[in-house]
């Protein structure tokens, strides 16, 4: 499945590449992180707990940054495995400036085989979706904090995590199909 999109970010385009572009904060925008470990400059790794209707799945995944254009393009590559479930990620954003603030417009391509992908893509497709926003809101947030202008990160754009949600309980996820395939 294939999710894009375009955010408008009221910060300089090297603030928002270097959050995207920093395995750590990347690792604390993303739900359901248990634990993190930077291997090298281009390959980290991630035990995330992956919220799935009712319950949740553990996956190991690898990511590896395959492009890296500063301060306008990169892309990434993940590799996820957990029990029923294999998972490919092929990502990208591009980053452009756009009236003293940045504009990135992202896609990414999600596959997933095995158990999970049985549950159909009506089911999946919301979870990926409101994962996607999460992790778009909780950059929104870290890059305005990160200008040390924490107060200009916007009241809704908090991540579930950040409003003491658990990224695995219902609360922390809509229904909306839509999701982040809008522009935000």
Do not use: C
Not at 23 to 36: H, I, Q, R, T, W
Not at 120 to 125: A, D, E, K, N, S
Request: aromatic share 4%.
């Amino acid at each position: 499945m294939r999710v894009e999109g375009t955010k408008r970010y009221e910060a300089p385009r090297e603030r928002v590449w270097e959050v995207l572009n920093d395995p750590a904060e990347m690792a604390g925008l993303m739900p359901g992180v248990e634990s993190f470990e930077i291997v090298d400059d281009t390959h980290w790794k991630a035990k995330v707990k992956v919220p799935l209707g009712l319950g949740s799945m553990k996956m190991s995944i690898d990511f590896e940054k395959t492009e890296s254009r500063p301060p306008e393009h990169a892309s990434l590559h993940a590799k996820g495995k957990g029990v029923g479930a294999i998972m490919s990620m092929e990502t990208q954003f591009d980053l452009g400036e756009q009236g003293g603030g940045t504009e990135m417009r992202w896609q990414a391509d999600v596959r997933i085989l095995g158990q999970v992908a049985s549950m159909g893509q009506r089911v999946v497709q919301p979870i990926v979706n409101q994962q996607v926003e999460q992790v778009l809101n909780a950059l929104d947030a870290r890059v305005a904090a990160k200008g040390g202008d924490a107060a200009a990160a916007p009241e809704t754009g908090a991540s579930a995590a950040e409003e003491g949600i658990h990224p695995g309980s219902p609360e922390a996820y809509s229904d909306d199909p839509k999701g982040p395939t809008h522009s935000a």
